[in-house]
């Protein structure tokens, strides 16, 4: 329980920037987001390496915990954004479902096999020195793979409005998953309607016939 409380700050700092983060990635676009919330992961990663038995939580662990949140409200809004504007209309909840989906089974699997590789397994976890040194190595790992995140992201990820390579040009708007997608019903409503008046014919306009005053 003292463990899961000293990153209670990450969590609140993903839960109050994150509507922010979604607004300024609808100005500007994903990329610029994610390019700089990946670094500030990095170096929440890094700064975790020199926590020791001795370490103070007010001096080394809530500063990183600050920055890792900084970071994750940096990149998580954007990133879902730009999965779910990547898809049609119609497909905006599917989309949505998947990059979860996606995101929790690769965050499994990423706890799972990282104690392994660094040799933490069994007895090991009762041996403050390997603890120790396997804790490290997995902090330089996920440091060198936000690293990695953002070179993607800088090099992958498109501005609004850039040409696509059907010739076509995205839209400007992304959606953001604060703000639902219209319906598919909605959506083929407003075309029949549309194409019904187009074929209604129009009524003429009758004449306004003009009778001459009766004399006084």
């Known amino acids: 329980m003292v463990a899961g409380s000293a990153l209670v700050p990450v969590t609140v700092m993903t839960l109050l920037l994150s509507g922010t983060s979604g607004r300024l990635a609808q100005r500007i ?14 170096m ?5 390496v020199r926590i020791g038995p001795h370490a103070g939580y007010w001096t080394a662990v809530l500063p990183l915990a600050v920055l890792f949140g900084l970071g994750l409200a940096a990149l998580l809004p954007p990133l879902t954004a730009s999965a779910m ?3 049609a209309d119609s497909l905006a909840g599917p ?9 929790r089974v690769a965050g499994r699997l990423w706890i799972a096999a ?6 933490l397994t069994g007895a090991a976890y009762a041996d403050p020195v390997q603890f120790r040194s396997s804790f490290a190595q997995i902090s330089w790992i996920c440091a060198a793979a936000f690293a990695c995140a953002a070179v993607l992201a800088a090099t992958f990820i498109t501005r609004p409005g850039r040409p696509t390579r059907h010739g076509g040009r995205r839209s400007s708007r992304l959606r953001c998953p604060t703000s ?3 319906s598919p019903s909605a959506t083929h409503r407003d075309k029949s309607a549309n194409r019904t008046a187009a074929r209604q014919p129009t009524a003429p306009v009758s004449p306004v016939l003009r009778h001459p ?4």
Not at 29 to 42: K, Q, W, Y
Not at 44 to 48: N, T
Not at 114 to 119: A, S
Not at 213 to 216: D, E
Request: charged share 5%; aromatic share 0%; glycine share 12%.
């Open 29 to 42: 676009g994903p990329r610029p987001p994610l390019v700089a919330g990946c670094p500030l992961c990095a």
């Open 180 to 182: 639902p997608a219209r």
């Open 44 to 48: 929440a990663s890094m700064l975790a």
């Open 95 to 103: 989309a949505s479902g998947e990059n979860n989906a996606v995101a």
């Open 114 to 119: 990282l104690p392994p590789i660094t040799g």
């Open 85 to 87: 504007n990547s898809a």
């Open 213 to 216: 005053a009766a004399p006084g």
